[in-house]
């Protein structure tokens, strides 16, 4: 699994659209004499006569010149649905020669792509490099030499002749077939009163993006080293708090710099008010908030199914105010997270799983239900590249993205607010993190040479031992170590939860009442 906090720009598409080529026009050729048509006029007197259908042996009529080679295109990370080829010149044709004679003429002014293909840096982590010297896109355009010109006048004028009769009989005809059929046409026009007319339902995916996107962030976190990266985050209080992710902000706890800016444009310095490594979860403040701020709906995420519809708010790659949309494809889904760093601790969550389209810069922000209630927070996505879990490759969406219940998420939001540091249930007890489907099994030892079990905790009081296999946490499958963490940090202290475990082989049931943590440490 791995989660993610940066993004990079992507290039803008060319704006010029290609230029069509046009096909020479074909010389004409006369009609044969049909039955009663008129004779055509004898050529005046002195005229040497000459047959139209045959050519010249000693000025033979010139072959028309092809058309000009498209202008070479140049990518530089060409935005999805870019032309791959670029734009072409417009290709010469014979329907005309410069007063000069010379041919072909030259082709219409096409922009220059800006930057010569340059592709640009988000400010976070830098875009990919750009397009590169030379001609570009646009670049300018070589005519080649002019041909001799021998008789070429008066083929063009001939063609230019043809050309006009043809033109005025198809248009003739075409006036004529479209009147008639006018009466009988079934097409349909849209109004003309412009798109903004358009009355949309609020609860379709469009209304609720409309409603809960003035209400997200972009994150911006930086470290005194310069170092950094882009996530999101939404408005949680009037006072100006905003949740999002613990690694999109881990960057700026010691001293950085951490921005948010709203779809509108404005921006804001922000404060961590308190960061969950083991949640994921981090609470910060605007600085100067406004006094009109709407705080997204908080939903019911123990109330989801498998088959909701989810939206997805964030900046993927750093493409600020992003929505897709999916699905809930699975709840209660063991997920240990990190950023694959080498120091970098593991986040536990018992996550929701949804295929709407997840990236990194997506982090921190809200999965929406259909009526546009927070329901989750977007934190990881399982990487392709990395083979399994914890991968710290960039890869993109593939349609397996995990979210913090916004049960478990508000909790802990509050606690941050409130005290500063985060609050964990605990069984008092050391297990295991290796991979296993048999359980989460409480080690002979714990941390730095502590005792496994807890002297007086949770564990102890509930008679559990080293080397004792959990297997289930009221109804949930225990099948790891990791599993059993993310399930005992969805309760609250307090909370009494009854352990299924194996011992010796056998089969025992206990009542444990959760206990404690203040702190990451």
């Known amino acids: 699994m791995s989660t993610e906090n940066e993004g990079t720009a992507v290039p803008p598409a060319p704006s010029a659209p290609p230029v069509p080529v046009e096909s020479p026009a074909a010389s004409p050729q006369p009609a044969a004499p049909q039955g009663g048509a008129p004779t055509p006029p004898l050529p005046p007197p002195g005229t040497p006569p000459h047959a139209p259908d045959t050519p010249d042996a000693q000025n033979p009529p010139a072959t028309p010149t092809p058309s000009a080679p498209s202008a070479p295109g140049v990518q530089a990370s060409a935005a999805p649905g870019a032309d791959p080829h670029g734009p072409t010149a417009p290709a010469a044709g014979p329907g005309g020669s410069p007063v000069d004679g010379s041919w072909p003429p030259p082709p219409p002014h096409t922009p220059a792509y800006a ?5 640009a840096g988000d400010g976070a982590t830098g875009g990919p490099g750009g397009g590169s010297g030379g001609s570009g896109w ?30 005025g009989l198809g248009g003739g005809i075409g006036y004529t077939l479209a009147k008639k059929d006018d009466t009988t ?53 009037t006072q100006g708090h905003i949740v999002t992710n613990n690694h999109v902000v881990a960057d700026a706890v010691d001293g950085g710099k951490l921005t948010a800016t709203f779809p509108d444009g404005k921006k804001y310095d922000a404060e961590i008010i308190g960061h969950a490594q083991g949640y994921d979860v981090a609470v910060i403040k605007l600085k100067n908030a406004p006094s009109n701020l709407k705080p997204l709906a908080l939903g019911d995420s123990d109330k989801v199914a498998v088959g909701d519809e989810t939206i997805a708010i964030g900046a993927p790659f750093g493409l600020s105010n992003t929505v897709t949309t999916g699905i809930i494809s699975a709840k209660n889904r063991p997920v240990a997270s990190s950023d694959g760093s080498g120091d970098s601790k593991a986040s536990y969550m018992s996550a929701l799983q949804t295929d709407a389209s997840i990236n990194p810069g997506n982090s921190g922000g809200p999965l ?24 710290s490759g960039q890869s993109g969406s593939i349609g397996l993205g995990f979210a913090i219940p916004i049960n478990q998420a508000q909790y802990v939001a509050k606690q941050l607010i409130k005290t500063g540091k985060p609050v964990y249930a605990k069984i008092g007890a050391s297990v295991s993190l290796e991979d296993s489907t048999s359980g989460a099994k409480i080690t002979d030892q714990g941390a730095a040479g502590s005792a496994a079990v807890e002297e ?19 109804d949930r499958v225990i099948d790891s170590g990791p599993t059993l963490i993310g399930e005992i940090w969805t309760h609250k202290p307090g909370d009494q939860v009854k352990i299924t475990y194996k011992r010796d082989g056998k089969e025992h049931t206990t009542e444990v009442t959760l206990g404690s943590r203040i702190g990451d440490n």
């Open 115 to 119: 930057g010569g293909g340059a592709g």
């Open 368 to 391: 929406l239900d259909a009526r546009g209630a927070v329901i989750g927070i977007n934190s990881a996505i399982q990487s392709s590249s990395s083979g399994g879990l914890g991968g």
């Open 456 to 474: 007086g905790g949770p564990a102890a009081k509930a008679g559990l031992k080293p080397g004792d296999v959990i297997t289930r946490l009221d």
């Open 185 to 237: 046409s079934t097409t349909v026009s849209a109004s003309d009163t412009g798109a903004a007319q358009v009355k949309r339902d609020p609860n379709s995916i469009a209304g609720v993006a409309a409603k809960a996107l003035p209400s997200t962030v972009t994150i911006e976190a930086e470290s005194t080293n310069g170092q950094g990266g882009t996530g999101t985050g939404f408005v949680f209080d």
């Open 138 to 167: 646009g670049s300018t355009y070589q005519q080649p030499a002019p041909k001799p010109q021998g008789r070429r006048g008066g083929l063009v004028a001939a063609v230019l002749v043809a050309a006009l009769v043809a033109g």
